[in-house]
């Protein structure tokens, strides 16, 4: 396991965070919406690639994010709801 793509992953999410943030205090909706959506691509990526699981796509990530912690409720249904908005 790569200590330092996990630790990129995790400073690209809180990075991403606090520029959504910025932006909807401007009401830059769309905007902050991409960088929310962006913000939890990383940190899913990060919490698979701990777990020895490598997506190749978005598509991929978020199929096996939802059936590693949200199918066996090892995080909630609706962080899992939450993210799926994020990507329509």
């Given at each position: ?19 959504a943030l910025i932006l909807a205090q401007n009401n830059r ?15 899913v990526d990060a919490l698979l690639y701990k777990d020895g ?36």
């Open positions: 396991m790569d200590i330092e793509h996990i630790k990129y992953r995790i400073d690209r999410s809180k990075e991403l965070y606090e520029d909706w769309r905007s902050c919406v991409n960088r929310l959506y962006y913000s939890c691509f990383h940190i699981i490598i997506s190749k796509s978005h598509d991929g990530l978020k199929t096996q994010f939802f059936l590693k912690y949200i199918k066996s409720n090892i995080i909630e249904k609706k962080y899992g709801k939450l993210y799926a908005q994020l990507i329509d």
